[in-house]
């Protein structure tokens, strides 16, 4: 394996395995499932396997020219294409790296290097927000070269969704690619948000679903994060790369916040609590994990309340949870989720964060 401290569900690869097994790769695949679960690493992991030399028990070997070549990121059969920063205007025949600013080619450098260290590592450009046109015209220009010993040049696409964001240019050009597929050529499209690509696109490629992953996996990674007070597994939904995210001390900031979000859900009056809106602005407007962070614990907070009216035996995602606080959710009659999903997109939509805050405070306590 490419990573060989991290651990991975191999059902997936398991089945893509065959494919090499009987040499009929099929020409297209959509890795999809919810975030952090491990598809980029499956993705990686099957690039490597593909054009091993000398699999071991069918995983690459990490030691033949192919799989150093790819640890090194200089494989010249794979391809990484990602979202990038709007580059120079170029000939249609040029490519990204004509378009590419020096500044641009070193974050990207730098970025597959820290890809190829950690599989969980989230491939952030300034200012990237879509794939680029210029990105498949690259690799337009190589797809049709013929390779030696059998071998197949892959080309793996990460957030495939920014395809077609902030229109379809990008998706319609790798469209005809894959409705005439170069002969020794595997694409890889791997989404978080399947929902947001065209069907077209989607149509021509294999469908590998990614589930979370089991405990066992999850745990592996939760070791040096261990914590009595929040079921971290449920609390994370599987999401493996926010676990890896975040610090050591975050787990105790949640808590906190748990017992202060507790002690406003509880309260009995209607004023907005002052106390609240100022840690909340704080928090957000550090723009740290820690939001993320928060946002889930009130969704948390919410999941445990109701599932433990309805559900008899329900054992809740916080240990601070307490009777008191379903008693009081089921009084108020209030969206709870609703009303945080939708503070969730003004905060992400840069919407004036001291309103978004207010209105959400106001709407929770309704
Ligand atoms: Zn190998």
């Not at 580059?87 to 004509?98: L, S």
């Amino acid at each position: 394996m490419i990573y060989t401290n991290h651990k991975l569900d191999l059902k997936n690869l398991t089945k893509l395995k065959k494919f090499k097994k009987n040499k009929r790769i099929p020409h297209a695949f959509l890795f999809h499932g919810s975030e952090g679960v491990g598809k980029e690493f499956a993705a990686i992991e099957f690039a490597a396997l593909i054009n091993c030399e000398s699999p071991v028990e069918d995983l690459s070997c990490r030691t033949c020219h192919s799989c150093l070549k790819l640890l090194s990121n200089n494989h010249d059969l794979v391809n990484y294409v990602f979202p990038l920063p709007k580059g120079k205007k170029v000939n249609n025949n040029d490519g990204i790296e004509k378009s590419m600013s020096e500044n641009v080619a070193t974050e990207f450098r730098i970025n597959l290097d820290k890809k190829i260290k950690n599989p969980y590592h989230e491939i952030k450009l300034k200012n990237a927000n879509t794939i680029l046109i210029d990105s498949i015209r690259s690799i337009k220009k190589t797809i049709f070269r013929t390779t030696e010993n059998n071998s197949y040049r892959i080309v793996l696409i990460f957030e495939a969704e920014k395809l077609c964001f902030p229109n379809n240019e990008a998706a319609n050009s790798l469209l005809k690619l894959l409705e005439e597929p170069p002969k020794k050529s595997i694409f890889i499209l791997v989404t978080s948000k399947a929902d947001l690509l065209i069907d077209t696109v989607k149509s021509r490629c294999l469908d590998i679903y990614f589930p979370k992953p089991s405990p066992e996996i999850f745990n592996f990674y939760c070791e040096t994060l261990s914590n009595d007070s929040i079921n971290l597994y449920r609390f994370f939904d599987g999401n493996i790369k926010l676990l890896k995210k975040i610090e050591k001390n975050s787990l105790s900031d949640i808590e906190k916040f748990y017992l202060k979000f507790k002690k406003f859900i509880l309260s009995e009056s209607d004023k907005i609590d002052l106390e609240m809106l100022y840690y909340l602005i704080d928090i957000f407007k550090s723009k740290s994990n820690l939001s993320q962070l928060i946002i889930l614990a009130m969704k948390c907070f919410f999941k445990d309340a109701i599932s433990s009216i309805y559900i008899a035996e329900y054992e809740p995602i916080f240990s601070f949870f307490d009777k008191q606080i379903a008693k009081k959710i089921n009084s108020l009659e209030s969206n709870f989720l609703d009303k945080i999903i939708e503070f969730e997109k003004d905060y992400i939509l840069n919407v004036n964060l001291e309103l978004a805050i207010i209105n959400l405070l106001q709407g929770l306590k309704k």
